[in-house]
């Protein structure tokens, strides 16, 4: 059985459509996985763009290369 995808993209973008920008910024730092910010990222490409969307959608590519990234430690 296949595992159901993460609420979180939509979620989040729920938040964007609201007009809460600092609260999806907040929630793109603690994103679970780095599917589920590629995920959101496809879906904000599909939302209008204006200069407050263009500001997440950098902020989401740079937490998208962070979790992408490999880890020099593991944590205990």
Known sequence: MAKPKSEWPGKVLALVQGGNIDAAVAQ??????????????????????????????????????????PRLHRSP
């Open 28 to 69: 793109i730092k603690v994103a679970p996985t780095v599917g589920d910010v590629t995920r959101l990222q496809a879906l904000l490409a599909k939302l209008p763009q204006n200069a407050a969307l263009a500001q997440l959608n950098k902020v989401v590519e740079e937490e998208r290369a962070l979790l992408a990234a």
